[in-house]
T-cell receptor
Framework: AQTVTQSQPEMSVQEAETVTLSCTYD???????LFWYKQPPSRQMILVIR??????QNATENRFSVNFQKAAKSFSLKISDSQLGDTAMYFC??????????????FGGGTRLMVKP | EPEVTQTPSHQVTQMGQEVILRCVPI?????FYWYRQILGQKVEFLVS????????KSEIFDDQFSVERPDGSNFTLKIRSTKLEDSAMYFC???????????FGNGTRLTVT
């Protein structure tokens, strides 16, 4: 079974600064996907970024980028130029696709990020 | 952009009552899921549904839970006899194939009193 660990329960950052959220995972699989989801106070689950394990290039999405270290099983999220709207809970998630079953996500415990003005 | 819709947004029920949570997945998606998030805790997988049957389920998904796709558009989660510990946010999700992103609904907050 896969496990996902987020070692930072809470973090804060000043507006316009950069912050990095950590995530490690444990798996024996070679092909999988990793995600960061954002959950604002409304409790929606919003996809931030996705990384395929077979791709060496780190994914980027505007101000969001990841540092994917497959050998170390590490998947950190960097938020540049932090904005007040980035205040949310951030969940790291692991996915191993299974044909005819779907793509179940295993989530980490989350990091609560507060962006301060 | 198509989205997953869940109703109701908040459901309050008494312990021991049956409750049905409803979801309308994205119309061309084939895989459907329910996840649960107890307040302050991580999001947990409950069940996946493909080809009109359960394809995977977690230990949480015991005999008190059932899922159904009654009419080709709705996807429901039934809890037969609710317990206090069933109080949580329940998220429905759908995907087009095993390799694509899950699209989540906005969730139903279930409160069992």
């Amino acid at each position: 079974a896969q496990t996902v660990t987020q070692s930072q329960p809470e973090m804060s950052v000043q507006e316009a600064e950069t912050v990095t959220l950590s995530c490690t995972y444990d798996t024996s699989e070679n092909n999988y996907y990793l995600f960061w989801y954002k959950q604002p106070p409304s409790r929606q689950m919003i996809l931030v970024i996705r990384q395929e394990a077979y791709k060496q290039q780190n994914a980027t999405e505007n101000r969001f980028s990841v540092n994917f270290q497959k050998a170390a099983k590490s998947f950190s999220l960097k938020i540049s130029d932090s904005q007040l709207g980035d205040t949310a809970m951030y969940f790291c998630a692991f996915m191993k696709p299974v044909a005819n079953a779907g793509n179940m996500l295993t989530f980490g415990g989350g990091t609560r990020l507060m962006v301060k003005p | 952009e198509p989205e997953v819709t869940q109703t109701p947004s908040h459901q309050v029920t008494q312990m021991g009552q049956e409750v049905i949570l409803r979801c309308v997945p994205i119309s061309n998606h084939l895989y459907f899921y329910w996840y649960r998030q107890i307040l302050g805790q991580k999001v947990e997988f409950l069940v996946s549904f493909y080809n009109n049957e359960i394809s995977e389920k977690s230990e949480i998904f015991d005999d008190q839970f059932s899922v159904e796709r009654p009419d080709g558009s709705n996807f429901t989660l039934k809890i037969r006899s609710t317990k206090l510990e069933d109080s949580a946010m329940y998220f429905c999700a759908s995907s087009g194939d095993p390799f694509s992103v899950l699209h989540f609904g906005n969730g139903t907050r279930l409160t069992v009193t």
